[in-house]
């Protein structure tokens, strides 16, 4: 039998999951299976088997890992990015101390438009080439999935450009990605809004489907930008291209959002900070995920989306990035999790529950990521020594990564 990867001394296997769940919801998001002081064995680039310490395997023929003093979790799973931009909007972050809000910098042709205009200038390899060293820290942060979005390209070729470079990404670093078509983020230019989803329903839609470009379609669902009907529209025409939904919804305002991604059955509703009962007992009426990006809500000065009132009414909360140059700079989960622990009142638990199961069943990604289980992917994020998987977010500027596994084999 060939060797594995033995690691030994674990203070706490976190997430382990003999059979792994599809979602968890409500008060079960408050509990995390943890074995202390455990081992895990990798073989092949997957999980083979794992226990405490008083059933580890022999350790002669195995590459072997001492983590004393430190925790071992599943990988996260970051169900939301816009990692693919051309560059940073600091420009318009000064703007924003200085008073603008978000939807007045966009009516001024700043935001999504301003980074469209250099994304279209940009050849591929360019692209890629800037994009490269940002998902690379990434992983090193402890993410071994990833959602990415085109929505900065607004014409038919530019967006099929953006969704072709999230695609290369997959062959430089051994993480998967899931695409997701956001043609209808901002109407460009000159252009009538009734045009452009024209344009994304009948040519763009059909162009990135049929060169197995995207998986899913999203939609800005936002007062200025794209109505709750529009937004069922080209959900529908996704979903004729085989296409799943997810869905920009209540950011900004009330626009009815949540109630279109839960009558077309969108696989998530992301962003959430403009939320009523009447939209959480909807969210409780199907299936949607509902996806909290606390990085948006922090950095653009929002309300904090009500993720405990939600999972007080049963419901279950995934955590993402949202990673992007106009409203979260930031893409680390760990920072993710500090925030929605200290801004939201999530336990730990229940924030690695909403960045790992949940939003991996948002990719479908269920039988191969998000939880420690036999036969799953070896994606392990080995931390620094702490005293308690507590420690992690609560000293919220330290990376938690001493050593991110993908497929079995060290990433950094
Ligand atoms: O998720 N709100 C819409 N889209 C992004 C921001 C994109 C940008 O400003 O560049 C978001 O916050
Ligand atoms: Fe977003």
């Known amino acids: 039998m060939s060797g594995g990867l033995l690691i030994t001394h674990i203070a706490g296997l976190v997430q382990v999951r003999p059979v792994a769940p599809g979602i968890v919801a409500g008060a ?112 090193a942060s402890g993410t071994g999935a990833f959602e990415i979005k085109s929505g900065y390209g607004l014409t038919v070729a530019d967006e099929l450009k953006m969704l072709r470079v999230a695609r290369r990404l997959a062959r430089h670093v051994p993480v998967t990605i899931r695409t997701t078509l956001l043609g209808a983020h901002a109407i460009p230019t000159g252009m009538s809004k009734d045009h452009y989803v024209r344009l994304v329903i009948e040519e763009m839609i059909p162009a990135a489907a049929a060169e197995g470009l995207a998986d899913y379609v999203d939609v800005f669902c936002e007062e200025g930008f794209f109505s709750p009907a529009d937004t069922e529209a080209i959900i529908m025409a996704g979903r004729r291209h085989g296409l799943g939904a997810r869905i920009h919804a209540n950011q900004l305002h009330h626009s009815g959002g949540v109630q279109v991604g839960v009558k077309t059955g969108a696989i998530s509703v992301d962003h959430l900070e403009q939320m009523g009962d009447e939209e959480i007992a909807c969210l409780r009426e199907g299936n949607t995920m509902p996806v909290v990006l606390p990085g948006a809500a922090f950095f653009l000065n929002l309300p904090f989306p009500p993720a405990r009132r939600m999972i007080e009414s049963g419901l279950p909360v995934a955590i993402a990035s949202d990673y992007n140059p106009g409203s979260s700079p930031a893409g680390t989960i760990p920072m993710m999790i500090s925030l929605a622990c200290i801004r939201m009142r999530l336990t730990p638990e229940e924030a690695i529950n909403a960045t790992t199961i949940n939003t991996a069943h948002t990719l479908g990604l269920t039988q191969t990521h998000g939880t420690i289980t036999v036969g799953k992917e070896a994606n392990l994020l080995i931390t620094r020594k702490v005293a308690s998987l507590a420690e992690l977010p609560y000293a919220y500027d330290t990376p938690w990564a001493d050593t991110v596994l993908l497929r079995g084999v060290t990433h950094n």
């Not at 083979?48 to 979790?73: L, Q, Y």
């Not at 051309?86 to 935001?111: C, D, H, L, Q, W």
Request: charge should be negative; include cysteine; glycine fraction near 8%.
């Open 28 to 139: 079960d998001m408050a509990h995390l299976p943890v074995i202390n002081h455990a081992w895990i064995l990798v073989k092949d680039g997957r999980i083979h088997s794992f226990g405490s310490m008083d059933t580890c395997p022999d350790s002669t023929g195995h590459e072997c890992i001492d983590a004393s003093g430190r925790w071992v979790m599943p990988t996260f799973v970051d169900s939301h990015t816009h990692l693919v931009f051309p560059t940073p909007r600091s420009e318009e972050f000064v703007m924003k101390i200085r008073g603008a809000t978000y939807a007045e910098i966009a009516a001024n042709g700043g935001g999504i438009l301003n980074s469209a205009r250099k994304l279209q200038g940009m050849s591929e390899d360019d692209l890629l080439e800037v994009t490269l060293p940002r998902i690379k820290a990434l992983i």
